[in-house]
């Protein structure tokens, strides 16, 4: 666990001067770093592992938005006004609408931009609906796994030679009197440390899931949870913010979720969830409306006797779920189970065979008459489930924080006294979000959507940061 220090110096010196360092070289990191040398700025980026990965690698790798070239080609119509109305709708109007209104609006050029001038072979998911969004509108590259977006990213910042500094975990940042940043320290693997001076600091380094005393005084609910995102996301950002007198927002807003195969550790994509399919508990009963969204799935799993559940779906959802990395990898390890009956499903998951038969035949009898079931979930768009039948036994866990640095329109960090810090920048998970408070309120994307959309503008306001500062 870092220390996370902010150290004020009147005249600091540093061994070496960058115009701008960015902390972490997940997506946010590694777009901000692309952004700013496209402004013609060369930063440096500084990253604790010695491969970047982060939350990123572990995600699916899907991001949302809204008016594409990607949605048009597939003959979606989708605008940014629609979008921005799902992400608040999602978080129930407790979303900054400033923010909402900046990350809608830049993501679609961002994805645009990463595709054309970095080659990055986006494509729009256009075979299942996600909760919330009104269009399909998550876009991912082929393997749809963030791992290949991490990849490709970096190897985007490669080609165009921007430095990247590894195995080396910012520990401080150094102020002047003015409250001005001015550089920071990086903390290496055999101890030693490095001093760099920077005109404007981009803080990339997601968010505080990954820190458990955070984590207690945030989402008690999810204290004692899986935690599956990167070990990586200590929270720096807010014990920085702590330090400096920065706003901090939503708080206790974070991403959940519901369908992480058990005792495998793999995400199951909600694909299983929304294109018919539902979870039981141990006693073969349904216990929500699964198509609320994953996010407050995590809790809801884990209410239930040993916080597990299964998720019943059938083969051609299975079909649909295969085109995710993750599920490929379920499946491999066996934790995907089919049968050609309910009763013999039932037998392989060791559930109640009557019991699971009853779920099932009510789920079909509502899909028949399209109605709303008792748990609110609507079923009139839902296919039958056809044998084979599968299941998967899942737990909740918590994926990443939502809550963190409130920031301008710029991606610059606010201070709750009112002002900004003028050269200090924030995006990813190092951001307030746009899920409001609670974990319900995460619509599908919203992590790599500011991560993205955020990265690339404040990698351009601390390339103008530098720039001006350069006279
Ligand atoms: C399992 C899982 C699935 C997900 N699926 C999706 C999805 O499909 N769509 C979606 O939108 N979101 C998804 N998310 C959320 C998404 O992954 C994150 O919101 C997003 O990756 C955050 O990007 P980031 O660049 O801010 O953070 P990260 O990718 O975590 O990158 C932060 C980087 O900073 C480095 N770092 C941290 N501290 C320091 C330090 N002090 N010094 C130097 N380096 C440091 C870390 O090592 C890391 O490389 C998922 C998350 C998880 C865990």
Not at 161 to 190: K, M, N, W
Not at 207 to 233: C, Q, S, T
Request: proline fraction near 4%; charged fraction near 20%; charge should be negative.
């Amino acid at each position: 666990m870092s220390e996370a220090r902010v150290v004020t110096e009147a005249d600091p010196h540093f061994e070496a001067e960058v115009p701008v360092a960015i902390i972490g070289a997940g997506a946010a990191g590694l777009v901000a770093a692309l952004a700013c040398h496209a402004a013609g700025v060369e930063p440096l980026v500084i990253e604790r592992d010695a491969v970047p990965r982060g939350s990123t690698s572990l995600s699916a790798g899907l991001i949302p938005a809204a008016g594409t070239r990607f949605q048009r080609e597939r003959g979606i119509a989708d605008d940014v006004a629609t979008f921005a109305a799902d992400i608040q709708k999602k978080a129930h109007g407790h979303a900054d609408p400033a923010l909402v209104a900046l990350v809608s609006r830049s993501i679609a050029p961002a994805i645009e931009w990463l595709a054309d001038a970095h080659a990055l072979p986006f494509s729009v998911v256009h075979d299942f609906d996600y909760p919330g969004h009104s269009h399909r509108r998550m876009h991912g590259l082929p393997s749809r796994s963030g791992a290949e977006l991490v990849d490709r990213l970096r190897q985007a910042a490669e080609q165009a030679e921007v430095p990247l500094l590894t195995e080396a975990r910012v520990t401080t940042l150094v102020r002047d009197a003015t409250g001005r940043i001015r550089g920071l320290v990086a903390e290496r693997p055999d101890g030693g440390t490095e001093r760099i001076g920077a005109r404007a600091v981009v803080l990339a380094c997601c968010g505080y899931a990954g820190n458990k005393a955070l984590v207690r005084k945030y989402i008690p609910d999810l204290a004692e949870a899986l935690y599956f995102g990167h070990p990586g996301n200590e929270g720096e950002a807010v014990l920085w913010g702590e330090q400096i007198g920065a706003a901090l927002r939503d708080m206790t807003g974070h991403q959940g979720h519901g369908s992480v195969a058990h005792p495998q550790g793999i995400l199951v994509s909600w694909a299983v969830i929304m294109e018919g399919g539902f979870q039981v508990n141990l006693d073969g009963a349904r216990f929500w409306n699964e198509s609320s969204g994953y996010s407050e799935a995590g809790v809801a799993v884990l209410r239930q006797k040993d916080g597990v559940a299964w998720d019943i779906f059938d083969a051609r959802i299975g079909g649909i779920a295969r085109q995710f990395e993750d599920f490929r990898n379920a499946e491999a390890q066996g934790a995907v189970l089919a049968a050609d009956t309910i009763e013999e499903l039932a037998a392989r998951a060791k559930l109640p065979v009557d019991a699971l038969r009853a779920s099932f035949d009510a789920v079909e009898a509502q899909k028949r008459a399209g109605s709303r079931d008792a748990f609110g979930r609507d079923w009139s768009r839902g296919a039958p489930l056809a044998p084979p039948f599968c299941a998967v036994r899942v737990t909740g866990a918590l994926f990443h924080s939502q809550g963190g640095l409130a920031i301008d329109d710029a991606a610059r960090v606010r201070l709750a006294a009112g002002g900004i810090v003028p050269n200090l920048f924030a995006a990813g998970g190092a951001a307030c979000g746009v899920s409001g408070p609670e974990a319900s309120g995460y619509l599908s994307g919203n992590g790599l959507l500011t991560a993205v959309a955020l990265g690339r503008v404040a990698g351009q306001g601390a390339a103008r940061v530098a720039q001006a500062e350069q006279g």
